[in-house]
């Protein structure tokens, strides 16, 4: 498996192109704005086909650039079904006056808690961590101890939660039951900040253990 990171807009968001070197087959994991074009060059570069696009949630900075990718690739876009509204409406429900205009989206497929995206050799489990938004999903690669976790958890920190449809005690409740089960030595790969892993967050994150509170 191959992971390149690609980061990009105004608030330094990270996507990831996932990729099955042998089988030549990926998926990218969020669409920052200003990236669909780094993403369709290394999908070029790799000679691979793009099976899909998985978003974490649907903030702007995180799907933005969503549709440009599937128009390119031709590979349909994949959210939690709470999160949908993001994506058929941007604008509305950005909470910033942008300076640019955020392209709608409406033919999205679902995923829900437990379910599976196969390509290739690779199968991530999809597992649904609402609190930073409604229908925020993280993505596991339980075969190479991977978890990519968006806007959910960072290295010592949490993602927000005072946008609309966050909820603290809904986050920590995410995180604890569900991203802390996981063993430690799964590496966390964040929408933004550096990598970390799940056992450096049970044992250092201040959110986790209750020295700060959301």
Sequence with gaps: MEIIPVEAGPVATIGYLVNDEINKKAVVIDVPIESAAAF??????????LEAILLTHTHWD????????????GAPVYVNQADEYRLTDPMKHSILQLGFDLEDYHDAKFLGHGDTFKFGDIVLEVIHTPGH???GLC?????SR????GDTLFHGSVGRVDLPGG?????????????MSLDDNYMVYPGHGPETSI????????????????
């Design 167 to 179: 909820s603290g005690k809904t986050l920590i409740n995410s995180i604890t039951n569900r991203l």
């Design 40 to 49: 369709d060059k290394l999908i070029k570069e790799k000679d691979t086909k």
């Design 139 to 143: 993505f596991a690669c339980h075969k």
């Design 133 to 135: 938004t409604e229908g």
């Design 146 to 149: 991977i978890i990519f976790t």
């Design 199 to 214: 056992g450096f967050e049970r044992n250092r994150n201040p959110f986790i253990n209750g020295i700060y509170s959301i």
């Design 62 to 73: 995180h799907s933005a650039e969503a549709p440009a990718l599937h128009r390119s690739s």
